[in-house]
């Protein structure tokens, strides 16, 4: 299936900084609560992410990501899921977050 132009552009994808990393013991496959700023257009959302094989907490807060911030909510749990955080998930589901090279402006969109 192709997208069409106008389809990408649909999609926000954009820089955020990670603020706060909690366990999130009630999901189903290992996660943390992440709390990501994206800058004063879109402020602060918070995400579930399945990043706990490569990633431990304390190395995610103040690390910059991409996530698409446009898509509804969604509740996982008692957690509502305001964003979702975007990588590369090899065939076991290990997932590589993708990030800028630079430190940059949070809330940038990717294009």
């Given at each position: 299936m192709e997208l069409t132009w106008q389809?990408?552009?649909k999609v926000e994808m954009r820089v955020g900084t990670i603020l706060e990393v909690n366990d999130?013991?009630?999901?189903?496959?290992p996660a943390y609560q992440l709390t990501i700023d994206f800058g004063s257009?879109?402020?602060i959302r918070k995400t579930s992410?399945?990043?706990t094989r490569r990633y431990q907490k304390e190395d995610l807060v103040n690390r910059q990501m991409i996530a698409v911030v446009n898509f509804p909510k969604k509740q996982?749990?008692?957690?509502?899921?305001?964003?979702l955080v975007l990588g590369a998930v090899g065939e076991e589901g290990d997932v590589i977050l993708l990030a800028p090279d630079f430190k940059i402006e949070n809330g940038?969109?990717?294009?």
């Open positions: 389809d990408f552009e999130f013991p009630e999901a189903r496959k257009t879109i402020g992410a399945q990043i996982i749990g008692k957690f509502m899921s305001e964003c940038l969109r990717i294009g």
